[in-house]
Nanobody
């Protein structure tokens, strides 16, 4: 059974940084993609960043480009999201998820973590 466990959320001030981690287990992920989605209250879930586990190719939504960096550690089966220059609008629950390919459609992701809250104060 695939398990994704997020950690690293919390409270940060605007301009600050946080690093999220997603520990994956239950299968070999070399042919999969991982994504960080986020969902703010009253808003739809959106893809913030994604990475191909095998190639390392990445995707970022426009609002996080230049501020967020997605990476993975193959040996630890862990994915990271380094978030710098945080803004209040980054406040959301962040979820990691896995898919067969990089996609910005949440329906293409079949395994999800429980989510971790990120709150950015102004």
């Amino acid at each position: 059974q695939v398990q994704l466990v997020e950690s690293g959320g919390g409270l940060a001030q605007a301009g600050g940084s946080l690093r999220l981690s997603c520990a994956a287990s239950g299968r070999t992920f070399s042919s999969y993609a991982f994504g960080w989605f986020r969902q703010a209250p009253g808003k739809e879930r959106e893809l913030a960043a994604a990475i191909s586990w095998n190639t390392g190719n990445t995707y970022y939504t426009d609002s996080v480009k230049g501020r967020f960096t997605i990476s993975r550690d193959n040996a630890k089966n862990t994915m990271y999201l380094q978030m710098n220059s945080l803004k209040p609008e980054d406040t959301a629950v962040y979820y990691c998820a896995t898919s067969s390919r990089i996609s910005d459609y949440f329906g293409d992701y079949n395994y999800w973590g429980q989510g971790t809250q990120v709150t950015v104060s102004s």
